[in-house]
């Protein structure tokens, strides 16, 4: 059975079981309120009685009055006015002839024996016992039914006159509960209809609802298998035998998506395998050095340069491979030391020949940077080293893209998981009903984060088309201060503008440039809740514009650094951990670099903050004209 329907059958059961709960409860106070009418009504008119009996016996005592002291001729007396006045004697009729639930109405004395009465069977005879309808009005819902839907019987309800303190005489009205059960019947046919619309009105919205809680596992199957089908160029053959049921589904897409992380993995491990093999057969000499200058690969030809053999080369420092006067090793440590790229820098060796040096510093989200690669020329094989190397970092940034996919993900199907459990064993109690839609409530929820979750990995992963033109890169940076002109009044922060030159022309996609400084300069400004100053510099570093934004916030934590350009990873308390990653994207895919500086309050009391460094390659052919060069 697929969830859908179970959770439309156990929703829609626990619906009917609450409204007919409901329902019930109700009607049992519909009955309750109308016997309390009935014995209100009756106690009026049983007042009007006890009344009408007081003027009788004043009457009858003044006409005629007791033959001889004592209580037994005052009783005589008393009985004679009641049973000879009229008026009493009519009252009682009336109540009967009129009153749709009353059967009789007799008067007792202290004995209860009876002095008047509508039914001349009871004349003088001892009153019967009767089930008093005060006691019906305050039983429960149960025993109320059982009274009024039961045998037919008379409920009593009495009212005394007191003489002396003591009960003298009693009234007493009865109400038959074949009458009051007809004078209920229209109410509670109103009352059932009532209730059986109520119920199939609920029945219809629990279905509905249950249908649009998982309409978003269902949108995220389809994005899930869109992704993969985008990943793969091809549709899945195994998806067609899976069930059409959205968990499964997803649960399913998710476990393809691991094996294509794996086989990515192992392609990376292949990759890296043939990347050894192949710097084993070239005629050029290649160099990866780490962030702290040491060789990690070399390849065999490095000796043909060198005079030290490859096993000497690796894991040795620059200073030690290099150490010599030669014109190659002070041209190798002058680049190292100045952090200097050189591509096909002509060297005359010692031997007369003439070699091309290129060190390529490999820059990243680590403060140093990640490493560094020198070739010492080979041109029939640089362009297929160059495609290999620009193939393993593609294939690193999609490993750090998709690290944070398993979490992201994991997290709520977790939750969806367990909430399902605590479902499940709350519908098999009716009595957990709003609890029970709590978790509803909570898997609507998660489901909605898995969407946005993928979402902004389907955005992220989505290939980038610029457009590039000439722009200035001060226009740009006015046109993102306009855009945000809200957000800085807002938190009242102060910008200080400066440019060291009238234009910086560069190359670029404008929307996409614009955004990335956007993010970067909406970051700055909420670092300063309680205001500050906002620092802007434009200026010309060698052959790059750069854009300097710094803000006066409390800095980025120290173990948050090395990780704040990760997708989905942010500090901020309702942070995406996009916009960064984002920038970051934008920059390299311009030929840029994106880079900070951050000081907390514990590492600079006095002057803390964070600035970010945009670089841009200057647009080469507006360089000469505005003198930037």
Known sequence: MRLRTKLVLVTTALTFALVLVLSVLFLGELLRQRLEQ???????????????TRQAIENGLRKNPPSAPGDEAFHLAVADALRSDEALKSLMESIVRYSPAVQDVFITNANRAVLTSTDPVLLNQSAPYRTLLSAAHQAGMMQQARIVFGPA?????????????????????????????????????????????????????????????????EQISRQLEDLTLRATHQRDPEAEGIPKDAVVRVAATIDRLGRQLESS????????????????TLKDGVMLFTSDGRVVIASEAVSNFLPLERVQVLNASVETIFAN?????????????????????????????TVELSIDFITGSEPGGLGALLTLHDAETEQELEREIEVSRRLAAIGRLTA????????????MVVHLELLRGKLAQPSNGEAALRHVEI????????????????????????????????????????????????????????????????????????????????????????GGELRLSLYVDQQSAVLSIQDEGDGIPVEARPRIFDLYFTTKVRGSGIGLA??????????GALEFTSRTPQE??????????????????????????
């Open 404 to 415: 944070g996919v398993g979490h992201e993900v994991k997290n709520p199907i977790n939750a």
């Open 38 to 52: 009935t014995a209100d009504a009756n106690d009026v008119l049983a007042h009007q009685v006890l009344l009408s």
């Open 443 to 530: 898997l609507s929820s998660e489901m909605q984060r898995l969407d946005r979750v993928v979402q902004a990995l389907a955005d992220f992963s989505r290939p980038i088309d610029l457009h590039l033109h000439d722009h200035d890169l001060g226009d740009l940076m006015r046109s993102v201060l306009d855009l945000a002109s809200a957000e800085v009044e807002q938190n009242d922060v102060r910008i200080q503008f400066t440019a060291t030159a009238p234009r910086l022309p560069v190359r670029v996609d404008a929307d996409l440039i614009r955004q990335a400084i956007l993010n970067i300069f909406l970051n700055a400004v909420q670092a300063m809740p309680d």
């Open 582 to 591: 984002m920038t970051y994207r934008i920059v390299q895919l311009h030929g």
């Open 153 to 217: 019987q008379v409920l009593d309800l009495p009212l005394s006159l007191d003489r002396n303190g003591s009960p003298f005489l009693t009234i007493h009205v009865g109400v038959r509960s074949s009458l009051l059960r007809n004078a209920y019947v229209p109410l509670l046919r109103a009352a059932i209809l009532f209730s059986a619309v109520a119920i199939l009105g609920c029945i219809v919205a629990a279905a509905l609802l249950s249908t649009a809680a998982l309409r978003p596992i």
């Open 325 to 353: 006067q030669s014109a190659l090793d002070l041209a190798v440590r002058r680049a190292f030391a100045h952090q200097t790229t050189l591509a096909d820098e002509e060297i005359q060796m010692d031997s007369g020949r």
């Open 265 to 280: 993995e192992q392609q990376h491990i292949a990759l890296e395998s043939n990347l050894n093999k192949m710097l084993h």
């Open 604 to 629: 600079a009391s006095s002057n803390p903050g964070t600035e970010f460094l945009l670089r841009l390659p200057l647009a080469h052919k507006l360089v000469g004209n505005n003198h930037l060069a």
